[in-house]
């Protein structure tokens, strides 16, 4: 590549990830300054940085309570993802009657998003009783088709060989799957507790028409209702925001190519 | 035959079905029969507390031809639709840029895909405030440039509320279709390119002739999920705009949430939820189709 271009495309890259940053940076400053809320023109770097936004947020909200409530919420959904993934994965590698129907049945659910569901899975959710409780916000997330099929093509690649010394050795079918299909799969594993992890910590929708209560009220719910009492005229709201996007940012910058990976798994054999 | 297990392959198959049982509860409980449900509802007259009562064509009649707020979420959809495309181009432009060798280029990918993985109410809330008419960044850079004389409260003007949010859910997808198509991009085997390279052609001739057509299947992905997100941008509507103003930032999936769950109009909402879903349905096959049919195996549920 000749110098020209190669200074030439920095030079595009460099300003859209200007782009892409800047309002980030603008949040982060805003919440150790809380400046541009009440200054014109606001200053580019901080004059004085300091954690009073942050200290102010902890104590306007039940920020403890909303932070664990996510975070019970999401572990929930992690465990179960991964246990009832790899078991459905796992299942999928092997030949049974009525497998084509198996197949057709998760396609098709994959077909219907979630928001096209929303009102009967309401209704159902307060048939069970689990309105305005933390399984009533899991539910809908506790299993993921793409994580099931990553399952069933992870297993699949493990050696069949190995299967049938494990079989020799008198292992059972339950203990090949424990013992030697998920050791084997770490990639399958680590990609279903991300993705499970950060959709369920992200999610809006489904939290904000299952809760009634303050003390069930999950991160963004928190947030939005910050904005609603406070309006949006406070540096704490922006510390807030920070907050609540440093744990998902946090998992996805330390394994950001299994998460990566996983999103785009399907689309890459195309 | 589940209960009493006589030969190993019979206890086998219990055992395969035994596995799979709960992942498939799931799905039949929070899709399959959600979307039955929806259908019943939005052929009768129903609202928490009162019994069913058969309503044949009703709500559609009345959404169909009587109501106008429901017309402006559709089209509303279909503007809003329209940053799936605009982020494709931009996000091709960027694939073909970051799939060079040049020096940063996975730091440039990390950043560039940044605002993918945050969480949308946050975002909304950021954007809310940089479009700010006193306070905001956007307004304040406008001004210093001397593109404008009077502060304009994006979010809410009529001409400016759509094209704003629009512009907020371009700046967080852009990242994920640029490693979509990265991914594809790899794909690509390079003897191909050598080869026509043997022959003369030209570099916008290999963009055309091989990397497009080859990327296809990517681009009907992010085809996908573009379509995806315009039926289901609730966060990003709900914390900037709520809507307004007036019904100008209206989504359908925002008309479903509130004839629902502030109107309590169950039944009709179910009945605009189905045309949605069709809608969705009717769209993804046809992207599916042009792609060649093998961008469906993504989780299209989130």
């Known amino acids: ?270 | 035959m589940f209960l009493k297990p006589k030969t190993k392959r019979n206890r086998e198959i219990a055992f395969i079905w035994m596995l799979l049982l709960p992942a498939l509860m799931v799905y039949l409980f929070y899709r399959i029969i959600p979307l039955l449900w929806n259908f019943v509802l939005s052929f009768s007259f129903w609202s928490p507390g009162k019994p069913f009562e058969y309503a044949g064509l009703y709500h559609y009649e009345e959404m169909l031809f009587y109501d106008d707020a429901f017309w402006t979420a559709l089209k509303n959809t279909a503007v809003f639709m329209l940053a799936t495309p605009i982020s494709i181009a931009i996000a091709l432009g960027l694939a073909l840029l970051v799939d060079q060798k040049i020096r940063g280029r996975s730091l440039y990918r990390t950043l560039i895909f940044l605002p993918y993985p945050m969480m949308v109410v946050a975002v909304g809330i950021v954007w809310r405030w940089l479009y700010n008419d006193s306070v905001g960044l956007i307004n304040y850079v406008l001004r210093s440039l001397g593109l404008i004389d009077q502060p304009i409260a994006f979010l809410e003007s009529y001409s400016f509320a759509m094209a704003s949010v629009m512009v907020a859910a371009i700046w967080q997808i852009v990242g994920f279709f640029m490693i979509i198509l990265l991914t594809g991009l790899q794909n690509i085997p390079a003897h191909l390119y050598e080869a026509a390279v043997i022959d003369g052609a030209r570099a916008h001739h290999r963009f055309w002739r091989i990397t497009l057509p080859l990327l296809r299947p990517s681009i009907f992905l992010c085809v996908i999920l573009g379509v995806i997100a315009s039926f289901t941008s609730f966060d990003l509507i709900y914390t900037m705009t709520g809507g307004g103003p007036g019904l100008a930032t209206e989504l359908l999936i925002t008309y479903i949430y509130k004839a629902s769950f502030t109107l309590s109009r169950f039944d009709y909402a179910a009945a605009v939820t189905i045309v949605m879903f069709f809608l969705f349905l009717t769209l993804a096959t046809v992207a599916n189709r042009l792609a060649g049919g093998d961008a469906g195996k993504v989780d299209i549920a989130d």
């Open chain 1, 1 to 270: 590549m000749s110098l020209r271009s190669r200074i030439f495309t920095h030079a595009i890259l460099i300003s859209v990830c200007f782009f892409m940053l800047l309002p980030i940076y603008w949040v982060i400053k805003t919440s150790v300054s809380g400046e541009n809320l009440f200054v014109y023109p606001p200053s580019i770097i901080p004059a004085d940085p300091n954690m009073f936004y942050y200290v102010e947020a902890w104590y306007t909200v039940d920020f403890v309570q909303l932070f664990s409530n996510s975070f019970l919420i999401a572990t929930l959904v992690v465990i179960v993802n991964l246990v009832l993934n790899a078991m459905a994965g796992y299942a999928l590698t092997k030949h049974f009657p009525g497998k084509s129907l198996v197949m057709s049945f998760l396609l098709m659910s994959m077909m219907i998003p979630f928001h096209a569901t929303i009102i009967p899975a309401y209704l159902l959710t307060a048939e069970l009783g689990l309105l305005n409780s933390k399984l009533g916000i899991a539910l809908p997330a506790l299993s993921h088709i793409v994580c099931i099929l990553l399952f069933k093509s992870n297993f699949e690649a493990v050696p069949s060989s190995l299967i049938q010394a494990a079989r020799l050795d008198g292992l059972s079918e339950w203990q090949i799957l424990t013992k030697i299909m998920i050791p084997l799969s770490k990639p399958a594993v680590a990609t279903n507790i991300i993705l499970s992890f950060i959709w369920s910590w992200n999610e809006f929708l489904w939290p904000l028409i299952v809760v009634r209560s303050p003390d069930q009220q999950t991160m963004p719910l928190g947030l939005v209702s910050f904005l609603a009492s406070f309006e949006d005229t406070t540096g704490s709201l922006y510390a807030f925001c920070v907050l609540v996007v440093l744990p998902s940012m946090l998992v996805f910058l330390l394994a950001q190519k299994d998460f990566i990976r996983g999103l785009t798994s399907g689309a890459t054999k195309g």
